[in-house]
């Protein structure tokens, strides 16, 4: 398997645009998950799916942010409007189990608002 | 919620020396215990977790401590490479992971 698959890699935007950013998870894992990465606030789970249903959104930052998984192999993270402070890596990652297994992370899509 | 306060924040050490990383944890439920790699521009990678049945375990030049009654748990590095340099996560689970601050792990040649 090809791992957690992210794209883009790499998003500037200015503040106001929308921006969308996509997940492939590995074939077979339950679980999905979307990790937000700044210096100051470490790594936070903002969202989870089970079985392409979300179950905790309480990490979501407010309204402008949604996430989406229509299918197994497929999720978005969408931010709109964008602004300068949601510049920061957003990790996907996926598991088998919730809590006691290995999560496996993508590359993250490293986002700059400008 | 859970919280988990992860000490240092940095730590440099000699090729060869042995490196320590220290997390506490305050919900009594969590039962799973992950420690994550970061190296630069990639995601964070899973390289030793212990369950709260379990006190120790090691792989390798790698072992992990828990002690359930503190609640703190430690990372423990021995014979230390350039290459591990990188940043250290640890994370507490009883349902969702949450990490530690993370360590900035340097080895110097």
């Known amino acids: 398997d090809a791992g957690v698959i992210q794209s883009p890699r790499h998003e500037v935007t200015e503040m106001g645009q929308e921006v969308t950013l996509r997940c492939k998870p590995i074939?077979?894992?339950?679980?999905l998950f979307w990790y937000r990465q700044t210096m100051m606030r470490g790594l936070e789970l903002l969202i989870y799916?089970?079985?392409?249903?979300?179950?905790?959104d309480s990490g979501m930052p407010e309204d402008r942010f949604s996430a989406k998984m229509p299918n197994a192999s497929f999720s978005t993270l969408k931010i709109q409007p964008s602004e300068p402070r949601d510049s920061a890596v957003y990790f996907c990652?996926?598991?088998?189990?919730?809590?006691?297994?290995?999560?496996?992370f993508g590359p993250g899509t490293r986002l700059t608002v400008t | 919620g859970e919280n988990v306060e992860q000490h240092p924040s940095t730590l440099s050490v000699q090729e060869g020396d042995s490196a320590v990383i220290k997390c506490t944890y305050s919900?009594?439920?969590?039962?799973?215990f992950p420690w994550y790699k970061q190296e630069l521009g990639k995601g964070p990678q899973l390289i030793i977790d212990?369950?709260?049945?379990?006190g120790e375990k090691k792989d390798q030049r790698i072992a992990v401590t828990l002690n359930k009654t503190a609640k703190h748990f430690s990372l423990h590095i021995t014979e230390t490479q350039p290459e591990d340099s990188a940043v250290y996560f640890c994370?507490?689970?009883?349902?969702?992971?949450?990490f530690g601050q993370g360590t900035i792990l340097t080895v110097h040649p």
């Open positions: 990652a996926s598991s088998f189990t919730l809590g006691r297994g290995e999560q496996y």
């Open positions: 074939s077979g894992h339950d679980y």
């Open positions: 799916f089970n079985n392409n249903v979300p179950i905790d």
């Open positions: 919900d009594s439920a969590s039962n799973y």
């Open positions: 212990i369950r709260s049945n379990v």
């Open positions: 994370a507490a689970s009883s349902m969702k992971l949450t």
